[in-house]
């Protein structure tokens, strides 16, 4: 998180039904929508990305309605659970934990849906726990080959800000993110940006809804208010961080972003450890999951790195607990700070007498110092 944004954060709080609250309330909600490469609706809410998740479903779908989801890793797993404790018909299909979603299962799962009972299909574009993404753009287009009128989910909440995401673009109907990654801020707000079709699926949709509501909401959004107290501290950091983002321009910001993802990989080849992610085209730029060697515990790895360096990698969850740790590139994060991190891990993985090869850390910096 860069100063800036905790600084901004740090203002007094002002009162969210006063004069001055709509002017901050329009520049964040058109700010994100430019992130999200949008002109379409986007909705603020005072949670974390679960609770977007549920606002997406909530809105657009009613009890018993058919949506296909995929097995790309735990946080897909935990997104179907709730589409499964709604009522939802989840159709899940089968994953290893290190791919995307192939567009051409999609295209024969919507083809064969000759009456079309699927109403939705949900994919998430950044899998964090196996740092493998989703080609968004591939996987409308192949919904479009199968002329299937199923909406469209994506959860950017690792994507979002830092690998290119095109919500107009792609036909996305709902996008769902949170501010806890790419836009560098603290965990509290959840994100949607609405499609009109979306929209059009929520005036008929039959879910119980309330507090996730887009009605209220948009319509109090139009003049920049919020029909709740909305989290006002976090809207500070919110603005800040995306005019950071508009400073350095999105385009420079994916890019450094695929930059470090790739000289996190040259470090993971130089230690000889396999990366989670089996795709060349699937890599993430946000997050790389490296496997460990057989016989040795991750975790205990991860709690000696913590303990010598104070170097906090992430876990391997659900499947992956204890085989995989997880090194996370993005958000407010430079050239040194990854020498840095890589380092850590070096340090570590001797420290805890994992066999690996000294040779990460300089393939990494040798990636880096290229002009
Ligand atoms: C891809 C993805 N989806 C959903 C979630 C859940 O979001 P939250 O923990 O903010 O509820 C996360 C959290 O890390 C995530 O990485």
């Known amino acids: 998180m860069p100063d800036r944004v905790l600084r901004a954060i740090a203002q007094p709080t002002i009162d969210h039904r006063g004069p001055d609250f709509g002017v901050l309330g329009r520049e964040v909600l058109d700010g994100l929508k430019r992130v999200f490469q949008t002109t379409s609706p986007v909705v603020i809410y005072p949670s974390s990305g679960t609770g977007a998740w549920e606002a997406a479903f909530v809105n657009t779908l009613s009890p018993g309605d058919r949506v296909l989801m995929f097995e790309t890793g735990h946080f897909a797993t935990l ?41 939705a299909i949900a994919v998430v574009h950044n899998e964090t726990s196996t740092g493998a993404t989703s080609r968004i753009g591939a996987i409308r287009a192949a919904m479009d080959e199968a002329s299937h009128p199923a909406l469209l989910f994506v959860d950017t909440i690792s994507s979002l800000g830092s690998i290119d995401y095109r919500h107009d673009e792609w036909n996305v109907d709902v996008a769902i993110s949170g501010s806890q990654k790419g836009l560098m801020l603290p965990p509290g707000l959840g994100f949607n940006a609405i499609s009109e079709k979306a929209l059009e699926a929520s005036k008929s949709a039959r879910l119980p809804r309330s507090y996730w509501d887009w009605q209220p909401m948009i319509r109090d959004n139009a003049t920049g208010y919020f029909p709740y107290t909305p989290a006002i501290n976090l809207l500070y950091g919110l603005r800040e961080a995306l005019t950071m983002l508009a400073e350095e321009g999105l385009p420079n910001v994916f890019a450094r972003h695929v930059r470090f993802a790739e000289a996190t990989r040259c470090a993971a080849r130089g230690w000889g450890l396999e990366l989670v992610c089996a795709e060349a085209c699937e890599y993430s730029s946000t997050v790389t999951a490296v496997m460990m060697p057989k016989g040795h515990d991750a975790d205990a790895f991860r709690k000696t790195a913590l303990e010598r360096f104070d170097i906090s990698l992430g876990a391997g969850l659900g499947k992956l607990k204890g085989r995989v740790f997880r090194i996370g590139h993005l958000g407010d994060f430079n050239d040194l700070m990854l020498a840095a991190t890589l380092s850590g891990v070096e340090m570590g993985l001797a420290a805890a007498a994992v066999p690996f090869a000294r040779r990460g850390v300089s393939a990494a910096l040798e990636f880096l110092a290229r002009p």
Do not use: C, Y
Request: cysteine-free.
């Open 79 to 119: 997104w179907r659970d709730l589409a499964v404790r709604l009522g939802l018909d989840v159709e899940f299909v089968p994953g290893d934990w290190r791919h995307g979603v192939d567009p051409r299962t999609v295209r024969d799962k919507l083809s064969a849906d000759t009456d079309q009972a699927i109403k």
